[in-house]
């Protein structure tokens, strides 16, 4: 399991307001990787939360999650120790000998010293002087980190520590600091664009794996116990975000109770507070020429900040450009064909009233989109999300929910047929069970390799219908119980969010 996130509450210093300072950045938009110089093992550094002047730094300098409050006028940093309490790190231009008693936690408390200054470190991401080198001394002989090296205007290049294998060493390998990248690159702007070239993959085509949401394991355990049997005999990766480690407990004890492997599945804890991955999860492009990975992020609702915060923590836990997309929506309102025509509802024009058409189709060419088709939503479907109706199957093939005559529903997926049909695709339509709940859409389904998760509910004859119409078009289909998580307005497809390859 990896940590993405860590959250503590703090009481915040009555200060200035923050701005950077000589040695230790405060921009959000940072991020530092380093490289185990004897596994090659890689570690992650950035700014994943701000309160108030102080920042947290995820996996700061092998010392773990942090909040530090950085002085910019002579370099003291506050360290918060997660138990109301702070710890002063010396200014790294304090003279060489200056030294402070610490509290890191576990055997990391001790003393830290300046050890020296004005030194020079070569690392992959470069050559670095004016180098300040921390040493400290923790409480155990045999652990804990032992030196850190903090770079002007860079920040930590390296440190190393001990373990029951010896010393080992953290070098800098990239980074991306106040805009510049390292090793040296022409600049870059702190709020990107999407360079020329970027589309959004399609969901039926290759992926690397499916991203799945957990702070409440009692909505979704029925759900991915199907879904990741599906996907472990297929050999198909799982990343789940976790909120706690309790809720990796239960979501694992219960996977092992229904005989659900968990081979293909890696947890990752991070600070979120909904299951509904495919609305603030992050929506992968790519490069069309180099076929280089980006992460393109949405505005999520606002009383959501802990889930917003998501596609950030995860673009800088895989190394990937991050580009803001100035719109208010959900990924599940979001749809495809990978080669440039993005499908949504007119529940994103709602949500942006204080945007024209034309501007939130300017703000869709960031995931490579040159034309934006809008269709109308489900009646007093609150999301308005397009999954909840309409799904692209294939190239040429699209899916399209169907209600009964004179069901208040009927209208709007007739409509949605007909503006696919509009498009080019064949139409297959298939009877949602709304008897059950009239949500109970087949369309909110996941595609994988070759494999289609398909929710079921609880018409068995409706229920065998979809799974036929999957395989018809050309997919290994396995049922998904999504009787309960309908319930709570969303199925399969809206707990998830697939990474293309």
């Known amino acids: ?37 004897t596994t090659q093992q890689q ?30 006028d002579n370099e003291w940093t506050v360290v918060f120790d997660g138990n109301n309490g702070i710890t002063w790190i010396p200014p790294y231009d304090a003279p060489v000998g200056t030294s402070e008693v610490v509290e890191f936690g576990g055997v990391n408390d001790g003393q830290v010293r300046i050890a020296e200054r004005g030194a020079t470190v070569t690392t992959a991401a470069g050559t670095f002087r004016d180098v300040t080198r921390l040493a400290l001394r923790p409480t155990a002989a045999d652990a804990g980190v032992t030196s850190i090296w903090v770079a002007k205007g860079v920040g930590v290049v390296k440190w190393t520590e001990q373990n029951f294998a010896g010393e080992q060493a953290y070098e800098l390998t990239t980074a991306q600091v106040d805009g510049r990248m390292l090793p040296d690159q022409p600049t870059q702007p702190t709020q990107p664009t999407a360079p020329a070239g970027q589309v959004a993959p399609s969901e039926h085509a290759q992926q690397e794996l499916i991203l799945w949401g957990c702070d409440d394991p009692y909505i979704v355990i029925l759900t991915y116990r199907d879904a990741w049997a599906a996907m472990a005999r297929n050999n198909q990766r799982s990343e789940c975000a976790v909120d ?42 790519k490069d069309a020429a180099t076929g280089e990975r980006q992460i393109v992020d949405p505005e999520y609702y606002p009383g959501r900040p802990r889930d917003d915060r998501f596609p950030r923590a995860y673009a800088a836990d895989r190394g990937w450009r991050r580009v803001p997309l100035n719109l208010s929506f959900e990924g599940g309102n979001f749809a495809c064909d990978g080669q440039g025509t993005v499908m949504c509802s007119n529940g994103v024009k709602w949500f942006n009233r204080d945007k024209s058409t034309s501007q939130i189709e300017r703000e869709f060419r960031k995931v490579g989109a040159d034309r934006v088709v809008f269709f109308e939503p489900l009646v007093d479907e609150g999301t308005t999300h397009i999954d909840m109706f ?7 093939v699209a899916m399209v929910s169907r209600y009964p005559a004179g069901h208040k529903q009927a209208r709007v997926c007739d409509q949605a047929a007909e503006g696919f049909r509009n498009l080019g695709y064949r139409v297959i339509r298939v009877d949602a069970d709304y008897r059950y709940d009239e949500y109970g859409t087949y369309t909110n389904s996941v595609l994988v ?21 999957y395989r018809d078009a050309g997919y290994d289909a396995y049922g998904i119980d999504a009787r309960l998580i309908i319930r709570y307005s969303g199925a399969t497809h809206c707990v998830s969010m697939q990474v293309p390859r």
Not at 55 to 60: A, G, I, L, W
Not at 268 to 282: A, C, H, K, Q, S
Request: hydrophobic letters at 45%; glycine letters at 6%; aromatic letters at 10%.
């Open 43 to 72: 570690v992650t550094t950035r700014i994943a939360l701000t309160a108030g002047n102080w920042r947290m730094f995820e996996n700061f300098a092998g010392l773990g999650d942090h909040w530090l409050y950085i002085f910019p």
């Open 449 to 469: 390799n070759g494999i289609a998760l398909v929710p079921n509910y609880a018409d068995g004859t409706k229920n065998r219908a979809a799974l036929q119409a």
């Open 244 to 285: 706690s480690n309790q809720s990796m407990a239960q979501i694992r004890a219960e996977m092992v109770q229904a005989g659900t492997p968990l081979t293909h599945v890696e947890f990752m804890l991070v600070d979120i507070e909904t299951v509904w991955m495919r609305d603030y999860g992050p929506i992968v492009t």
């Open 390 to 396: 309409a799904r692209v199957m294939s190239d040429g």
């Open 1 to 37: 399991m990896r940590t993405l996130t860590w959250v503590a509450s703090l009481a915040l210093l009555a200060a200035s307001a923050a701005c950077a300072g000589d040695f230790l950045s405060t921009n959000e938009n940072n991020w530092w990787r380093y490289t185990n110089q």
